[in-house]
């Protein structure tokens, strides 16, 4: 027979009631008077079941919470019914029975609540909470019915450090070291959802070695409020460990810059382009116009947009009739390009695409912008276009050359230069995440090769931030931090993987690939208030020539030294593998360059 739990709710509080009157009155030695008891039951009742819907708290899913509104809302019962009587005896009998009776309320829920909740599972598994505040004792609740036994909660605040919630001690780093025996911990979950990345990765550097597994909850802007947090636990990742948080990101600066503006974004089904869709987003553009000549990418990043208003176009920079059609219907505030050609082998497999998509797409986006009076013009850049050693990194310089010389009228034209973001298309972090899905060793290409590497959503917050402050004519840098060792990178996800069973393969470099990527041109870069961005030394270049060379190349066959030509610098690696290089050499060929087959 199902009975609603409201209705056993109201018979167990009647019972109550009566019991702790009757023991009140024998406590006191007065006569059992039923017709008062029953009276002060009533109001009782329909004070907290009518006033305060006291009957609809679950007992099963109790809390200390549900503890404190219980014994509130008798307390509020009490000043209804306590004026009812007069004298000091009765107000000292009912406020002593009040008294008792919540203390046998709470019993019987704490009580109630252990039989239901307590666990069937045997407790194999240890772990150990950092942070004590509201998120980690959350999380021991929702464990307490797991196969985890949570040992300890570590906090850095001292004034609770030694003392225990619970019955489980909170203690430090350094106390967990000493007590941790001769086996790891089985977990260490990081309950912290507002701390800032460097303490994550500070924690994980310390710890890491005491346990076999280490979790952490989402960030605060991240975190659902409607799942059970012990749902939402992710493994520690990469990016959790590389993220920066750029301490002097002028969030209101952005906002000024993108609040009410009509935008425009090159490849904005992109790693780089659908995140500058997102930013633009949360900063409150009125309407964003996403350009990209992939349907499927195109159709993605539309299906995360529901805050803002937006257009999908799909079309190539390269079609400068269609682009004349599209700018005319929208008439954009904001172009923000992120179309290219980005993955160096294939770029250098593929020569005349790149220099068609790379350079004279931005050159059109960019005559576009200035033809309709766009306000500001900001082209995402790269490191590989200093001192370039590929034809990807050459077709960018050129392209840097173009927004920084053109005569550019009311349009404001900016650049923006960084080096890779962590979870790109054509990143290394996904190509080792399928390597290690796939049980394989991890490819790098030398032992020394380092490379730049930012977050996507860090990287995309400073382009907007260097577009808000840039005034024209500018290339700005964004601060990468150290360059980091592929091999390093490549064993901290193999740690991270906990599988002993993958290794790492050298392949020796591919082709236009070099050990060491720059950011700056020269020391004579200048400072902006932000140090988290540069600004690089101006490079002038006659605009009329430029325009020149460009078309010569678009029909010389020597590419390869007529890029050389436009930027002297260009100083090409082949690093050829014998794998690949008869692949390369024929592309090369139809490209109508000479490439030779060795390096």
């Known amino acids: 027979m199902n009975i609603d739990k409201r209705v056993l709710n109201f018979l167990v509080i009647i019972l109550l009631s009566f019991a702790t009157f009757w023991w009140t009155f024998f406590i006191f030695h007065l006569p059992f008077d039923l017709t008062i008891v029953a009276t002060i039951v009533l109001i009782r009742i329909a004070a907290s079941f009518l006033l305060f819907q006291d009957y609809s708290l679950s007992w099963s899913k109790a809390s200390p919470k549900t503890f404190l509104i219980k014994s509130f809302v008798y307390i509020a019962a009490f000043f209804v019914y306590a004026p009812i009587f007069y004298g000091k005896i009765w107000l000292f009998f009912l406020a002593s029975e009040l008294f008792l009776y919540i203390f046998s309320i709470n019993f019987a829920m704490y009580f109630y609540y252990y039989l239901i909740n307590r666990s069937r599972v045997v407790k194999t598994k240890s772990i150990v909470i950092y942070g004590a505040g509201k998120a980690g004792i959350k999380l021991e609740s929702e464990f307490s019915n797991s196969e985890y036994r949570v040992k300890y909660y570590i906090d850095d605040d001292k004034i609770i450090q030694n003392r225990s919630i619970d019955s489980i001690k909170v203690i430090s780093q350094e106390k967990l070291k000493e007590s941790i025996g001769a086996h790891k911990f089985d977990l260490l979950v990081i309950a912290m959802p507002s701390a800032p990345k460097m303490k994550i990765k500070e924690i994980y550097n310390n710890l890491s070695e005491y346990f076999k597994e280490i979790q952490i909850l989402p960030s605060i802007d991240e975190i659902l409020s409607d799942r059970e947090f012990s749902a939402q636990l992710k493994d520690i990742s990469l990016e959790d460990l590389l993220a920066r948080n750029p301490q002097d990101l002028d969030k209101e600066k952005i906002k000024e810059f993108i609040k009410d503006k009509t935008i425009l974004i090159t490849g904005a089904g992109g790693s780089i382009g659908s995140e500058i869709c997102r930013q633009c987003e949360k900063f409150g553009a009125k309407k964003l116009i996403l350009l990209d000549h992939s349907e499927y990418n195109l159709y993605t ?7 803002v208003a937006t257009v999908l176009v799909m079309q190539s920079v390269v079609e400068k009739d269609l682009m004349d059609i599209t700018f ?8 923000i390009h992120a179309a290219a050609y980005k993955h160096v082998p294939l770029v250098e497999a593929n020569i005349c695409e790149t220099i068609m998509n790379n350079i004279i797409g931005t050159k059109n986006v960019i005559d576009t912008s200035i033809k309709y009076g766009v306000e500001k013009f900001v082209m995402i850049s ?3 276009a200093v001192r370039p050693t590929n034809v990807m990194g050459t077709t960018k310089r050129i392209c840097e050359l173009y927004a920084q010389n053109i005569e550019a009228d009311k349009t404001e034209i900016v650049a923006v230069r960084f080096g890779n973001v ?50 024209g004519g500018e290339i700005f840098i964004l601060d990468m931090g150290e360059p980091i060792k592929i091999v390093d990178l490549a064993r901290k996800m193999i740690e991270l993987s906990n599988r002993d069973d993958i290794g790492i393969e050298f392949t020796g470099l591919r082709m236009g690939e ?7 041109m020269d020391e004579d870069d200048a400072k902006t208030d932000y140090d988290s961005i540069t600004v690089a030394s101006p490079t002038h270049y006659d605009i009329e020539k430029l325009n020149r060379e460009i078309e010569e190349l678009l029909v010389c066959e020597d590419k390869l030294a007529k890029l050389k030509a436009i930027v002297p610098e260009f100083n090409h690696q082949l690093n050829l593998n014998s794998d690949v290089t008869h692949f390369m050499s024929e592309a090369h060929k139809v490209a109508g360059t000479n490439v030779p087959t060795t390096p």
């Not at 990043?301 to 805050?307: C, D, T, V």
């Open 514 to 520: 070099k050990l060491y990527e720059e950011l700056l």
């Open 382 to 384: 790269t490191d590989k």
């Open 422 to 471: 962590l979870g790109s298309s054509g990143s290394v972090i996904p190509k080792f995440r399928t390597q290690i899905e796939n049980g394989q060793n991890l490819t790098v290409t030398h032992p020394d090769i380092t490379r730049y590497f930012m977050l996507i959503p860090e990287a995309c917050e400073l382009v907007l931030q260097a577009g808000a402050i840039g005034s």
């Open 328 to 335: 005319k219907t929208h008439m954009p505030d904001i172009v």
């Open 301 to 307: 990043i539309s299906e995360e947009l529901k805050g």
